[in-house]
């Protein structure tokens, strides 16, 4: 994986929105999206006739119903993604593959309007500067230590990670991307790296989430469930 992004981004104009539930899309991430309400077959239909760019939001209330014709509120951080491949299914369907691009906040919603049956939201750029040295002085060799340990080493995302962290071909803002997809679960902490412009903040975050998991597999492992008595277990 690559740290260039060859695709240009048009911050002046107007980008589809595309509430999702509960998930949330960071740059680097490619998502497998079934599409399938007519207004986001629309949608698709309108991308892929121009940029092909779409703004993946998180509903800021996911589980609350809505009032038939309101459109439910979303929450302002955002990430720009390009569709990279598609399928057209023969009812007028869609399987697409979505590569989150960069970080964004939403500035102006517009609603549908004009037969369009999808809102826009008119974004601003987050987080583009590219990190100095300075900003990551100890990103690497403690993410190479974590992911060591005999707690968060024992995750399956372990060994493919620390090979991206011993990769001197990628820069740090993009192991420290690609560590957030592979090691990182937690929905509200993801969507506070979406939300989060400065870099070496959001290393930060990632390190503290890390050693916090480290620390509490570590509790887990001693707890020895071999030896517990049939039917027990630990919370």
Not at 25 to 41: D, G, K, S
Not at 45 to 50: I, K, N, Q, S, T
Not at 153 to 164: C, F
Request: charged share 25%; glycine share 6%; aromatic share 4%.
């Amino acid at each position: 994986m690559s740290d260039e992004m060859s695709v240009h981004v048009n911050f002046g104009r107007p980008v589809p929105l595309f509430p999702l539930d509960g998930v949330v899309v960071l740059p680097q991430h490619v998502v497998p999206l079934h599409i399938f309400e007519p207004r986001y077959r629309q949608m698709i239909e309108h991308v892929l006739d121009g940029a092909g760019q779409i703004a993946m939001a998180v509903l800021a209330h996911p589980h609350r119903p809505h009032a038939p014709g309101v459109l439910p509120r979303v929450r302002p951080a955002v990430c720009l993604g390009q569709v990279v491949r598609h399928e057209r299914l023969p009812d007028g369907r869609f399987n697409i593959l979505l590569q989150g691009v960069c970080r964004a906040r939403i500035v102006e919603e517009q609603p549908p309007a004009d037969g369009r049956l999808y809102r826009t939201a008119r974004l601003e750029p987050v987080g583009l500067d590219s990190p100095t040295p300075e900003q990551l002085p100890r990103l690497r060799s403690e993410l190479e230590r974590l992911l060591n340990a005999n707690g968060l080493g024992s995750m399956a995302g372990a060994k493919p990670a620390l090979e991206w962290v011993v990769d001197d071909d990628l820069s740090d803002q993009l192991v420290l991307e690609l560590m957030t997809l592979t090691m990182i679960a937690e929905p509200k902490l993801r969507y506070a790296l979406l939300a989060e412009p400065d870099v070496a903040t959001r290393a930060s975050m990632v390190l503290a989430e890390l050693r916090h998991l480290d620390r509490m597999i570590s509790v887990a492992r001693l707890q020895r469930p071999e030896r517990w008595p049939k039917g027990m277990s630990w919370n």
